[in-house]
T-cell receptor
C-alpha cells in the first residue's frame, strides 16, 4: 500500500551543492506535482507533469528542474542550492476520474531540506 | 488571479466541542472544486473532504461537514464532536479543471483540541 513515496526524508546541503529528490507513485496516475511548504504559507507549486515525458512550470519554478522519464517517477533537482530553498517539499499525484468527475491529489510524506 | 484565504491562523477548542474553520476564495471560474486537507504533526497531507462547485448540497464525511456558499465564495469546515486526534494544520485548497488540476492553497489554520 505504498501510494506516493518520497526519498530522502531529510537532507542537509551546503550552499552551492546539488541534489535530486525522488518521487515515486504506484497508482498509475497521470499527473504529478512538486510543492514547497514554508512557515505561515500554503503549499506553492514548483513544477508539475501531466504525463510521462512532460513537465510544466508552477508558481515558483526558479532554481529547480524536473524530469518525468517514467510515468511512476517525478524527479526534482536543485542544481545549486541556496538558503532560500530551505523548505519542506511535497510530491503529489492524481488522475482524472471521468466517471466520478473528480481529481484528488495524493501526497507523499514530505522531504525536509535545509540549505546552510 | 485565483486566491484562497484562511483568516484564522490558529484556533483551539475543548475536546467534544464543535469548531468551524473559515475559508474564502476568489475566482472567475464557474466550474471548480474545493478541498480541505489535514496535516498532523506527522506532516502527511490527508484529504478530509471535497466539494464540487456545481453541487448545491454541502459535502459531509462523518464528523466533518462543509458550508459552501458559492455566491459569497465561502467554504467553511465544521468539525463536530472534536477529538484529540483532530489536532493538526488544516488547509483549504481550490482546483479548476482548466489548470491541469493544480491546487491553490490557503495559508492554513492550526487547530488545537484541548483535553
Amino acid at each position: 500500500n505504498a501510494g506516493v513515496t518520497q526519498t530522502p526524508k531529510f537532507r542537509v546541503l551546503k550552499t552551492g551543492q546539488s541534489m535530486t529528490l525522488l518521487c515515486a507513485q504506484d497508482m498509475n496516475h497521470e499527473y504529478m506535482y512538486w510543492y514547497r511548504q514554508d512557515p505561515g504559507m500554503g503549499l506553492r507549486l514548483i513544477h508539475y507533469s501531466v504525463g510521462e515525458g512532460t513537465t510544466a512550470k508552477g508558481e515558483v519554478p526558479d532554481g529547480y528542474n524536473v524530469s518525468r522519464l517514467k510515468k511512476q517517477n517525478f524527479l526534482l533537482g536543485l542544481e545549486s542550492a541556496a538558503p532560500s530553498q530551505t523548505s519542506v517539499y511535497f510530491c503529489a499525484s492524481s488522475y482524472w476520474d471521468r466517471s466520478l468527475a473528480k481529481n484528488i491529489q495524493y501526497f507523499g510524506a514530505g522531504t525536509r531540506l535545509s540549505v546552510l | 488571479a485565483q486566491t484562497v484565504t484562511q483568516s484564522q491562523p490558529e484556533m483551539s477548542v475543548q475536546e467534544a466541542e464543535t469548531v468551524t474553520l473559515s475559508c474564502t476564495y476568489d475566482t472567475s471560474e464557474n466550474n471548480y472544486y474545493l478541498f480541505w486537507y489535514k496535516q498532523p504533526p506527522s506532516r502527511q497531507m490527508i484529504l478530509v473532504i471535497r466539494q464540487e462547485a456545481y453541487k448545491q448540497q454541502n459535502a459531509t464525511e462523518n464528523r466533518f461537514s462543509v458550508n459552501f456558499q458559492k455566491a459569497a465564495k465561502s467554504f467553511s469546515l465544521k468539525i463536530s464532536d472534536s477529538q484529540l486526534g483532530d489536532t493538526a494544520m488544516y488547509f483549504c485548497a481550490f482546483m479548476t479543471m482548466d489548470s491541469n488540476y493544480q491546487l491553490i492553497w490557503g495559508a492554513g489554520t492550526k487547530l488545537i483540541i484541548k483535553p
